[in-house]
T-cell receptor, first 113, second 112 residues
Framework: EPEVTQTPSHQVTQMGQEVILRCVPISNHLYFYWYRQILGQKVEFLVSFYNNEISEKSEIFDDQFSVERPDGSNFTLKIRSTKLEDSAMYFC???????????FGQGTRLTVV | QKEVEQDPGPLSVPEGAIVSLNCTYSNSAFQYFMWYRQYSRKGPELLMYTYSSGNKEDGRFTAQVDKSSKYISLFIRDSQPSDSATYLCAMSAYQAGTALIFGKGTTLSVSS
């Protein structure tokens, strides 16, 4: 069964460093998303991406964050100058044409120290 | 007022019980409703999807949406220990490409 894959599963970084989280969405999906979940809190929307551009973003997704689809299969989230409060699970998701149901990857646990 | 509210539990039931999980919401524009299951430190797994009001059944799971009350439910029949997880409701006002708004999740424990 097709699935969204994310790498790495766990990333530890020092405060102020840049990190890139990587995702391979389901191959025939057209919409890509990043969500995050701080421990014990809700899953929160960060950004959606369609046709090589951001289609929607939340107020969390400020200038510290950027997304890119560098080739036909990967979708990345870059976090510049990480802060302690960026520590969270980051989930990539994708959905098919005309579908609102999103399929999630297993997440990258980001720990900023 | 929070957009999507969900009782976090924990909810503990014996094996074989019928489980009822619920969410309320405030945004009347929501039309698309989903239930996800999440195991500890894993990604949400889509269980059920419903558009607008009504019921949808899939095996032991039934999803109900009452838009007039802004209330959605997930029923699990003949619950199993493997159903022990956190159940998240999620909803959206628009079709593909837009944000899903999640509830905080209800933690369910089914004992054998």
């Amino acid at each position: 069964e097709p699935e969204v894959t994310q790498t790495p599963s766990h990333q530890v970084t020092q405060m102020g460093q840049e990190v890139i989280l990587r995702c391979v969405p389901i191959s025939n999906h057209l919409y890509f998303y990043w969500y995050r979940q701080i421990l014990g809190q809700k899953v929160e929307f960060l950004v959606s991406f369609y046709n090589n551009e951001i289609s929607e973003k939340s107020e969390i997704f400020d200038d510290q964050f950027s997304v890119e689809r560098p080739d036909g299969s990967n979708f990345t989230l870059k976090i510049r100058s990480t802060k302690l409060e960026d520590s969270a699970m980051y989930f990539c998701a994708s959905s098919a044409r005309g579908k609102v149901e999103a399929f999630f990857g297993q997440g990258t646990r980001l720990t900023v120290v | 007022q929070k957009e999507v509210e969900q009782d976090p539990g924990p909810l503990s039931v014996p094996e074989g019980a019928i489980v009822s999980l619920n969410c309320t919401y405030s945004n009347s524009a929501f039309q698309y409703f989903m239930w996800y299951r999440q195991y500890s430190r894993k990604g949400p797994e889509l269980l059920m999807y419903t558009y607008s009001s009504g019921n949808k059944e899939d095996g032991r799971f039934t999803a109900q949406v009452d838009k007039s009350s802004k209330y959605i439910s997930l029923f699990i029949r003949d619950s199993q220990p493997s159903d022990s997880a956190t159940y998240l409701c999620a909803m959206s006002a628009y079709q593909a490409g837009t944000a899903l708004i999640f509830g905080k999740g209800t933690t369910l424990s089914v004992s054998s």
